[in-house]
């Protein structure tokens, strides 16, 4: 089963604009991370924010994690073209090894 | 540096034939996770190899499905016999998990495309 919910299930942007996306999950975690799947490849790890963490930057990528809400936010700021892909956050729970993904959000940017 | 190889890329098999898909993970990485991606849905994990040792392999269907990592290297992912519900890509990933740190990132293979007739 699947620990997180993306919202949206799907995002279309103009080149330049900013996308976001959101993550919902169930448990209590140790960290939270998010993925990049481009068509037919496979996932690509983009950023990670521990549960202690409020906000995390990495170039144009800004994400943010509320552990009262159980929810975190993925912004990717001047999108560009090659930013089309699948998105998908995970969560490694606490004490364990395991990721658990959400079921992603398509972002489209059109040029 | 080479990273997580899959083989095959893509597989068209009839049902209740056998399948076997082929990992070797990021050189050093002792744990090892073979996931299964259906259409429009985000990897569930099947299996987990830390070396040789299966830590955890509570989702993977054990009546058709088997794994193994000798020599806690490459590893092998079987389907015996193949269902219609078994069309999905499996993906192989591998990490290096930094318990000092205490966080897992994980790198992830192209996968293999699985299409059951």
């Known amino acids: 089963s699947q620990q997180g919910e993306e919202d949206p299930q799907a995002l279309s942007i103009q080149e330049g604009e900013n996308a976001t996306m959101n993550c919902s999950y169930k448990t209590s975690i140790n960290n939270l991370q998010w993925y990049r799947q481009n068509s037919g490849r496979g996932l690509v790890h983009l950023i990670l924010?521990?549960?202690?963490?409020r906000e995390k930057h990495s170039g144009r990528l800004r994400v943010t994690l509320d552990t009262s809400k159980k929810s975190s936010s993925l912004l990717i700021t001047a999108s560009r073209a090659a930013d089309t892909a699948s998105y998908f956050c995970?969560?490694?729970?606490?004490?364990?090894?395991?990721?658990?993904f959400g079921a992603g959000t398509i972002l489209r940017v059109k040029s | 540096e080479a990273g997580v190889v899959q083989s095959p890329r893509y597989k068209i098999i009839e049902k209740k034939q056998p399948v076997a898909f082929w990992c070797n993970p990021i050189s050093g990485h002792n744990t090892l996770y073979w996931y299964r991606q259906n259409l429009g849905q985000g990897p569930e994990l099947l299996i987990r190899y830390e070396n040789e040792e299966a830590v955890d392999d509570s989702q993977l269907p054990k009546d058709r499905f088997s794994a193994e990592r000798l020599k806690g290297v490459d590893s092998t992912l079987k389907i015996q016999p193949a269902e219609l519900g078994d069309s999905a890509v499996y993906l192989c990933?591998?990490?290096?998990?930094?318990?000092?740190?205490?966080?897992?990132?994980?790198?992830f293979g192209p996968g293999t495309r699985l299409t059951v007739l």
């Open positions: 995970a969560t490694e729970e606490e004490y364990g090894n395991k990721l658990v």
């Open positions: 990933a591998s990490s290096d998990f930094r318990r000092l740190a205490g966080y897992n990132e994980q790198f």
């Open positions: 924010i521990r549960s202690n963490e």
